[in-house]
Nanobody, 125 residues
Framework: APLLESGGDSVQAGGSLRLSCMLS????????MAWFRQAPGKEREGVAS????????EYADSVKGRFTISQDNAKYEVYLQMNKLKPEDSAMYYC???????????????????WGQGTQVTVSS
């Protein structure tokens, strides 16, 4: 798989998790990285996106101030630090990657052609 997520777990509300996305040498050159999530019965939604060239990041309103997307170029890894987790954060989380222009930070599914298999996050109240 071009992308491999890990770090999903079951935690209580208020807790923290850090998701990791390991990129292959091929996908690691993609300029934009993002995390999406999909809860049962709901559409997949963008959570956080990062333009690795500009360093600009965007977040869904529901996670602003709680989640942080970051990268480690040396390790070809992208992370999603999730703090103050809420039950509504429970979902399958997916890492995505693709090329993008220097001045954009995409957050739509259609902007990304490379996807991982997902890692499950469950937050209990």
């Amino acid at each position: 798989a071009p992308l491999l997520e890990s770090g999903g777990d079951s935690v209580q509300a208020g807790g923290s998790l850090r998701l990791s996305c390991m990129l292959s040498a091929y996908t690691g050159r993609r300029k934009c990285m993002a995390w999406f999530r999909q809860a049962p019965g709901k559409e997949r939604e963008g959570v956080a996106s990062l333009n690795t060239r500009s360093g600009s990041a965007e977040y869904a309103d529901s996670v602003k101030g709680r989640f942080t997307i970051s990268q480690d170029n040396a390790k070809y890894e992208v992370y999603l630090q999730m703090n103050k987790l809420k039950p509504e954060d429970s979902a399958m989380y997916y890492c995505a990657a693709d090329w993008c222009q220097d001045d954009v930070v995409p957050m739509r599914e259609t902007d990304f052609g490379f996807w991982g298999q997902g890692t499950q996050v469950t937050v209990s109240s």
